[in-house]
């Protein structure tokens, strides 16, 4: 399994940046997805996450009405729209395939894109 994240790029406060991640391997369609993020000396913390099937949505309370995390099974892609975007969101974005229980414990994610940088200027 390969994920590549990308999307990530330099924008002002107040605007909006869309991620993606594309996958490869098998049965992208039979596993949850998640999205973290990490900022510079900080621990990688999870932001977003999206059912198999796309139903059930999860959010960390900070990006909560501003992040939107969707995917499109047929095309083996996860995204994450970013609107609002505050100086705080500065961090480098990583999706990752879940396959355990927790949604907001990195524990629970096996494969891991390399993540893309996202710098939120004031």
């Known amino acids: 399994v390969q994920l590549q994240a990308s999307g990530g790029g330099l924008v002002q406060a107040g605007g909006s940046l869309r991620l993606s991640c594309p996958a490869s391997?098998?049965?992208?369609?039979?596993?949850?997805m998640g999205w973290f993020r990490q900022a510079p000396g900080k621990e990688r913390d999870f932001v977003a996450g999206?059912?198999?099937?796309?139903?059930?949505?999860y959010y960390a309370d900070s990006v909560k009405g501003r992040f939107t995390i969707s995917r499109d099974n047929a095309e083996n892609t996860v995204y994450l729209q970013m609107n609002s975007l505050k100086p705080e969101d500065t961090a480098v974005y990583y999706c990752?395939?879940?396959?355990?229980?927790?949604?907001?414990?990195?524990?629970?994610?096996?494969?891991w894109g390399q993540g893309t940088q996202v710098t939120v200027s004031s």
């Open positions: 391997g098998r049965a992208f369609s039979t596993y949850d």
């Open positions: 999206i059912s198999w099937s796309g139903g059930s949505t």
């Open positions: 990752a395939r879940k396959v355990m229980r927790q949604w907001y414990d990195r524990v629970a994610y096996d494969y």
